[in-house]
């Protein structure tokens, strides 16, 4: 009876580890304002640098299967200081907005991922914000843990979490 208790106990601990939780904000009062042919773009996520790159090309990759809109990926928008090395936040919005607005891109969409690894539980992260250039205003941002309840690296996680805002994020456009 005493290694149920544990294993309860056990099993308990695990799952409120995978209990992370999402942020789904959109204005949905801006979303007529989007052009049916907007191009998006989508500079290389930020946070965790034995991340991004996947999770830069993941993310097109699942965006560019759901929406019809052209989207242009892009790289770096700023060198990389330590605080962005051990995942720091993403880079100012006033960048990407005046990098989007010189290439007159209509859309822009900023990432961050980011993962942990505590106790043998494993999660990854995926931020994102989307912008409309023009006005510089927020449309909408997602965060997401990955939803896995077992995995096997960090990777993974990330991968999952990309996964979920990819989707949020085509939403949008598929209103």
Request: with cysteine; aromatic share 8%; glycine share 6%.
């Amino acid at each position: 009876m005493k290694i149920f208790r544990i294993f309860s106990l056990l099993s308990l601990m695990l799952l409120q580890a995978c209990a992370n939780p999402s942020i789904v904000s959109v204005r949905e009062n801006m979303l007529s304002d989007i052009p049916p042919q907007a191009v998006i773009f989508v500079p290389r996520f930020e946070g965790n640098p034995n991340f991004v790159e996947e999770s830069t090309d993941f993310f097109v990759a699942n965006l560019e299967r759901s929406v019809k809109n052209r989207v242009v990926q892009g790289s770096v928008l700023r060198q990389e200081s330590t605080d962005i090395i051990s995942g720091g936040n993403l880079a100012p919005v006033e960048i990407a907005l005046k990098v989007s607005r010189e290439r007159d891109y209509d859309l822009l969409i900023m990432g961050k991922v980011s993962s942990h690894s505590t106790m043998g539980t494993l999660n990854g992260f995926s931020t994102i914000r989307i912008y409309d250039v023009t006005t510089g205003e927020r449309i909408a941002n997602f965060h997401r843990p990955s939803g896995l309840l077992m995995a096997y690296s960090e990777h993974q996680c990330v991968m999952a979490a990309v996964e979920r805002t990819a989707k949020d994020s085509a939403s949008i456009f598929n209103h």
